[in-house]
């Protein structure tokens, strides 16, 4: 039975320790959050996804699976903790994974296997081992540019490809890219990842691992960036972008994506700056597509401010808008970059209306300017708002009449 530990039990660490735990290994899941871990070790789970919590209640009752707050020794350790960035640039901050070097590094022994999937700038696995090498001498790392050349420890930069929503079932069927700093590291890294992976292991190295993951991020977002231009445009021209893009998909080899109020979530939202920090001259496209999507909340809210100023000319001296939907995509909790997060903080300090949020998928907003916000119902919200502002295509509110009533659609969900 392999002992595995696993750093972060967020969206990506807690679905990955459960499906190792869930065929066999034993799990140490790590993370700082003290509520969390209470939460799995009762057997629940703090994050909405499908699935998984039958997964993780199976997992804790066998007692494959334990969520804690310090690391134990195993024979191999996954990183899965934030990478954001920080400051105008978008330098990459790394001080999460430096963090977790830190505590793992008095835990090894030889032969052990450290894995980062933690999406990162192109070199963070490399820099990485020289965390893990400034606190533990006594060992051997390997270096990216020897990759013949054997160590004590076996490192590996691994990158999860997985849609909210569908992380248990994709986590197993999904192609893995397996990115070893030497071409033995790559072969112990599959050994783990073949637990329960049952998609293709592709090989690489390190940096291109590292690279493959942003590059798959960046390409969906300069799609969407597409989408999102053509909703800004058509919407001057007086045309109407859903039948648009759906006619235009009717070509053979054309494939527009659905515009929406912006691109949330820490991956699309965040990876290609990664690229962009690290490449600002050559990385023309990619910066245009994040400045295009980064702005496209700001044309929602003008778009929300105009409705309001017709309504105040109709002689509502305050109207009441109700913003529905705060997650980064449909049916999910997840408010990560979310375009909708961003509109509605900007509609809150405005202070020109009277703002309702409706989030069916979450109980409590938690996220420091918003939380002395109270959540209200979909019902309360239908009833006493003068204008409704779907931002998130939630299956809840497909179901809501709009008829005589006046709104803005951002996201499709009616054309």
Not at 287 to 307: F, L, T
Not at 370 to 398: C, G, M, N, Q, W
Request: charged residues 25%; aromatic residues 6%; negative net charge.
């Amino acid at each position: 039975m392999k002992n595995i530990c696993v750093f972060g039990l967020g969206y990506i660490g807690l679905p990955t320790a459960a499906m190792f735990a869930h065929h066999g290994a034993n799990v140490v899941g790590v993370d700082v959050n003290s509520h969390a871990v209470e939460t799995i070790n009762q057997g629940k789970i703090h994050i909405v996804e499908p699935g998984l919590e039958a997964i993780v209640k199976q997992a804790v009752d066998k007692g494959n699976l334990k969520a804690s707050l310090k690391p134990v020794h195993a024979d191999a350790y996954l990183i899965a903790v934030p990478t954001p960035f920080k400051g105008d640039d978008h330098e990459p901050d790394l001080s999460y994974i430096q963090a977790v070097s830190k505590a793992l590094a008095p835990l090894l022994e030889k032969g052990d296997v450290v894995i980062l999937e933690s999406t990162s700038p192109v070199g963070a696995t490399e820099k990485m081992v020289e965390w893990l090498a400034e606190e533990r001498s006594d060992l051997t790392f390997p270096k990216y540019h020897e990759p013949d050349v054997e160590a004590d420890i076996f490192v590996a930069y691994c990158p999860e490809r997985v849609l909210p929503g569908k992380v248990v079932e994709e986590l197993i069927s999904n192609d893995r890219i397996i990115g070893g700093m030497t071409k033995e590291s790559t072969k112990k890294a599959q050994e783990i990842y073949r637990i329960f992976v049952e998609g293709e292991l592709l090989e690489t190295n390190s940096r291109t691992a590292e690279m493959a993951k942003l590059t798959e991020n960046a390409s969906r977002d300069v799609s969407i960036a597409f989408a999102n231009e053509l909703s800004i445009i058509s919407d001057k021209l007086d045309i109407n972008v859903w039948e648009l893009i759906e006619l235009a998909n009717h070509h053979p080899r054309v494939n527009i994506l659905q515009p929406g109020a912006g691109v949330g979530g820490h991956c699309i939202a965040v990876d290609p700056w990664f690229i962009v920090n690290q490449n600002p001259n050559e990385a023309k496209i990619i910066r245009a597509a994040r400045e295009i999507n980064d702005s496209k909340p700001s044309w929602v809210v003008d778009k929300i401010n105009a409705e309001i100023d017709t309504l105040k000319a109709q002689g509502i001296a305050k109207p009441t808008v109700a913003l529905l939907g705060l997650a980064f995509k449909p049916d999910i909790d997840d408010l990560r970059e979310s375009p909708a997060v961003n509109i509605a903080q900007t509609m809150l300090d405005a202070d020109n209306a009277n703002v309702l949020l409706v989030e069916p998928n979450i109980t409590k907003l938690e996220i420091d300017f918003l939380s002395k916000y109270p959540l209200v119902t979909l019902e309360s919200a239908i009833e006493d708002a003068h204008l409704l502002v779907f931002l998130v295509a939630h299956r809840e509110f497909k179901l809501v009449d709009i008829n005589k009533r006046n709104f803005i659609d951002a996201v499709g969900l009616f054309n």
